[in-house]
């Protein structure tokens, strides 16, 4: 029998998570509440800080989950609904998954049938990322010294070394984009993809800059995202 990886104990298993990870939120929230009427406080300031913060969670949840719907068409619901809800990004889990489905020979939409080769991707996904929750805490504050320290040295050779960085971070991400470009057509979808989103992120970046139009800055990526996914569709239309 196949291995279905929208079954109901993963549902239950991704639920539990999901559900401590709130009830330790709501704890520390109440717990904050509190201190603040015990140290005097303005409460109805309080209030107004909870509300807002609410709010402006609406915003970058917007990519979330558009990223557990992209991911539930190779990952099925649970895996992305539990990763992205509380530690996770698109990129990082759907290059994890594809390679961890590569090493054993298979394109992700025959590993998910497998059992075995779903809890390595499972494993692949998960330990990848331990390290960054462990080493920020324990190494964050040399690292930002270390930085502080170069850019007063030589600020713009500290400059230099920071868009180094950023642009190396992107270029890892490059790589799947542009891996099947000698297929022609098809491999050009995701280039295309990339195209249309990046056009839509300056449109974004443009308008802000230009007409002063702040609250577009918490929309841009859902909009490029929206936009890319839109993108995908009508390549396929076309050309596939």
């Given amino acids: 029998m196949n291995f279905n990886v929208n079954d109901k104990f993963l549902y239950l298993l991704a639920g539990g998570i999901i559900v401590f990870v709130i009830l330790q939120s709501s704890y520390f929230l109440v717990k904050a509440i509190k201190s603040a009427r015990q140290v005097g406080m303005d409460m109805n300031k309080v209030k107004h800080t909870v509300i807002t913060s609410a709010i402006f969670t609406i915003a970058p949840a917007l990519p979330i989950l558009l990223g557990v719907i992209s991911l539930s068409k190779f990952l099925g619901t649970p895996l992305p609904w539990m990763r992205l809800s509380i530690l996770g990004a698109i990129t990082y889990e759907l290059t994890a998954a594809a390679s961890a489905a590569s090493s054993v020979g298979l394109s992700l939409a025959d590993a998910i049938t497998n059992g075995t080769i779903y809890a390595t991707i499972v494993w692949v996904m998960t330990i990848g990322i331990i390290p960054s929750v462990i080493l920020i805490p324990i190494f964050l504050k040399k690292i930002q010294s270390g930085i502080s320290t170069l850019k007063n040295r030589d600020v713009e050779w500290g400059e230099h070394m920071m868009t180094s960085i ?21 491999g050009l979808l995701p280039v295309f993809v990339l195209a249309v989103s990046a056009i839509i992120m300056s449109i974004c970046g443009l308008i802000i800059k230009k007409k002063q139009i702040k609250w577009i800055e918490d929309y841009a990526l859902p909009f490029s995202i929206i936009g890319g996914m839109a993108s995908a569709v009508f390549y396929q239309q076309m050309f596939l």
């Fill in 166 to 186: 950023f642009l190396g971070m992107i270029s890892a991400f490059l790589g799947v984009v542009f891996k099947d470009i000698r297929l022609g057509i098809p």
